[in-house]
């Protein structure tokens, strides 16, 4: 475990890590020309064709946090942004393919799975997850919800769930 630090004693820790773990080294999707090109941070100096196609993401992404009144915003603490999501998505996996997160939290896998093509399971053991799944995933009717009933949203009362597929 380590100490949180003033910024005067020591850089702020501003970044999280991603592991990325496949289960054939020699097999695997990257789909990398799937992804958005990012800005050149120079592009004054690559010439006008490559600065207007951008360059590839290396392995240090910059990406803001989910910004506090934006419409992506819902209230789940740990909620991730869709951006990085729909980038790991993209390469990782290909249209139609299963996408699971065993951690969903707000759904954010889902939710950038469904607007990719994708098909998603996700799962969470916390009934405040399910309850803001519920209310992302509202208006898409096609989500089998298993041990866990949206409808009762509204309701007041509210089970733990496990998980949602679609
Ligand atoms: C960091 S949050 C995930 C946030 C998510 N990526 C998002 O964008 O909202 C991790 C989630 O894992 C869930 N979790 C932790 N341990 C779990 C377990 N053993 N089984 C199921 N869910 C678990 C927590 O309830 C929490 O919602």
């Known amino acids: 475990m380590t100490m949180a630090r003033a910024p005067d004693e020591k850089w702020p820790p501003k970044h999280d890590n991603i592991l990325w773990y496949v289960k054939d080294p020699s097999h695997y999707t990257y789909n990398i020309d799937a992804i958005e090109r990012i800005p050149y941070m120079a592009p004054n100096l690559v010439g006008a064709e490559k600065a207007a196609r951008g360059k590839l993401p290396t392995d240090t992404w910059w990406h803001t946090i989910v910004p ?19 980038r790991i998505i993209l390469a990782s996996s290909n249209p139609g393919e299963v996408v699971m997160d065993f951690f969903a939290g707000s759904g954010t ?33 096609q989500i089998e919800w298993i041990g866990y009933d949206p409808s009762r949203l509204s309701a007041g009362s509210r089970e733990g769930g496990s998980h949602a597929a679609a």
Do not use: C
């Not at 506090?68 to 729909?86: D, W």
């Open 109 to 141: 896998t889902g939710m950038a799975a469904w607007e990719l093509g994708r098909q998603f399971i996700l799962i969470d053991d916390n009934p405040q997850a399910l309850e803001v799944m519920a209310r992302r995933f509202a208006g898409i009717s």
């Open 68 to 86: 506090t009144n934006s419409h992506e915003k819902t209230g789940y603490p740990t909620q991730k942004p869709l951006g990085i999501l729909r």
